[in-house]
């Protein structure tokens, strides 16, 4: 699972935004989505996670599914056992839909401020019901670009998404010395509201959320956007003013 680096303090984002039933809606509809490919073709390899399959990326999203149920009933400070790989024969995409079914079941028991335990630091369940979301999200995705044309991402989750990234991601997880000098990035969303001025390099990050001039800017469709944040696709799906190497820069700088 991408999370951010044992150590960091990662923020809970925007309380505004997708609600709890959202989440779990979604959640349970990628599962399915990426249950269906693995049952149409789980040999198929996985361009966007080089070196996987769909079903070694069905067996990464179970895993992490299953983690997350068990992190929930675990007091903090105490450590997380690792999840089995599924046996041989195991019918993936059954065992990955029990999967999601047992951690909707974990997150309704333990509710929205139950404490999760994990490596170096706890988040209430709501962080990880939006992380493990946007972790199946995004992996369906993958498996369906893996055996053809996969679908958009819905504009309000995927908006999401990118506030995610912001606030979690790109703090913990991209390399300001090697980004180099500092930069400015304007994301704009053209099919709904959504607008970020992030800045880069030699020091934090810094995100606003607000029409400003970058260094750059990129426009396009909220899932595009979401899908460049996450290196899964380049700027020539996105209309792109302004210095294009520091759009290389932010994908070679980035760790998730």
């Not at 996987?52 to 400070?77: F, K, N, Q, S, Y």
């Not at 998404?161 to 990035?185: C, H, N, T, W």
């Amino acid at each position: 699972m991408t999370t951010p680096a044992p150590g960091t303090t990662p923020t809970s984002g925007p309380t505004s935004g997708p609600t709890t039933d959202d989440y779990r809606a979604a959640l349970v509809a990628a599962t399915a989505r990426l249950a269906h490919v693995e049952t149409v073709n789980h040999d198929a390899p996985v361009s966007t996670c080089p070196g996987w399959t769909v079903a070694r990326l069905v067996v990464h999203v179970g895993r992490i599914h299953r983690w997350v149920a068990i992190a929930l009933d675990t007091p903090h400070g105490q450590d997380v056992p690792a999840v089995a790989r599924p046996s041989s024969g195991t019918d993936l995409s059954r065992w990955l839909l029990d999967g999601a079914d047992h951690l909707m079941d974990a997150f309704t028991a333990a509710g929205p401020d139950g404490r999760v335990s994990s490596p170096g630091w706890e988040q209430p369940a709501h962080w990880w019901l939006r992380r493990t979301t946007h972790e199946t999200i995004l992996h369906a995705w993958d498996a369906q670009a893996a055996v053809g044309s996969p679908a958009a991402l819905g504009a309000a989750m995927a908006v999401d998404g990118i506030d995610e990234v912001m606030d979690v991601f790109i703090p913990a997880g991209l390399d300001q010395v090697a980004f180099g000098p500092r930069r400015s990035i304007h994301l704009h969303c053209t099919d709904t509201e959504g607008e970020w001025l992030v800045t880069l390099g030699e020091g934090p990050a810094v995100v606003e959320r607000h029409h400003a001039k970058g260094d750059v800017a990129i426009r396009g469709n909220a899932s595009d956007l979401l899908l460049w944040c996450w290196n899964r696709i380049g700027p020539d799906r996105l209309e792109v003013f302004g210095d294009v190497d520091v759009l290389k820069r932010y994908s070679d700088a980035t760790s998730f």
